[in-house]
């Protein structure tokens, strides 16, 4: 899941992009509204989390620019205390949810993966299925028929991606950059090495396999077709 962290308090920032990533987001900070706008208009971000005061634009009129520009995607806006008419405004342009601060990073976790079990037409999803597969937003477990399987903050996030686009075909290029937030050479293997040990852990002690490699295209994850 990609998010973008719009603050020009540098420490704030810094620390929240961390946070995040070290949470299994793939996180990019910027420091000012312009920015802010430019990138979220053009990346395919799940999430913005906005600060109001901001210079140059501050937080309402990114958002509203970003809504008249058709973007959907959810805002987290991030507000001083004593700024409750920021609440009140923010809400009307149609954030999706506003903290004060300063608040905890726990906190701010817990708001964002609310937010994104939402989902897009606004109706909570809490676990994603595919055939015996589960992987639990809420509490970050995966299990498969059952059975417990542990993973690494970025294999949930790989198999969040690929469960969340269940049957799609989804390139390599898409993966590194949701990911892992970058781009990577053509002959880098670190998305192939992590995808050998997902599949490792999902796919090796099963007679169904849901991960395939689709050849010179990328990889999907399907539930197998009944036999007919
Ligand atoms: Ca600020």
Redesign the pocket.
């Known amino acids: 899941m990609k998010i973008l962290v719009v ?3 540098i420490k704030t920032g810094e620390y929240l992009r961390q946070g995040l990533r070290e949470a299994g987001f793939n996180a990019d900070l910027v420091r000012n509204g312009v920015d802010g706008l430019h990138l979220a208009k053009s990346g395919d971000y799940d999430l913005v989390i906005l ?1 109001v ?2 210079p140059g634009m501050d937080g309402w009129q990114v958002l509203s620019k970003l809504r008249r520009h058709g973007r959907e995607m959810p805002v987290l806006f991030l507000t001083a205390k004593d700024q409750v008419q920021d609440r009140v405004n923010g809400l009307e342009l149609g954030a999706d949810d506003y903290l004060i601060k300063p608040f905890s990073f726990a906190e701010l976790l817990a708001r964002v993966r609310t937010i994104l079990r939402r989902g897009r037409n606004g109706t909570e999803v809490t676990v994603l299925q595919v055939s015996d597969l589960e992987l639990d937003l809420l509490r970050r477990r995966v299990n498969r028929s059952g059975k417990r399987i542990d993973l690494t903050a970025k294999e949930f996030g790989l198999l969040e991606l690929l469960m969340r686009r269940q049957g799609e075909i989804l390139p390599r290029s898409l993966i590194a950059s949701q990911v892992w937030g970058m781009n990577f050479d053509s002959d880098s293997n670190v998305i192939e090495v992590a995808m050998r040990r997902l599949r490792a852990k999902i796919d090796d002690a099963y007679d169904t396999k849901l991960i395939q490699t689709v050849r010179g295209m990328g990889y999907v994850l399907e539930a197998p077709q009944e036999p007919v």
């Open positions: 603050e020009d308090e600060d005061m901001l």
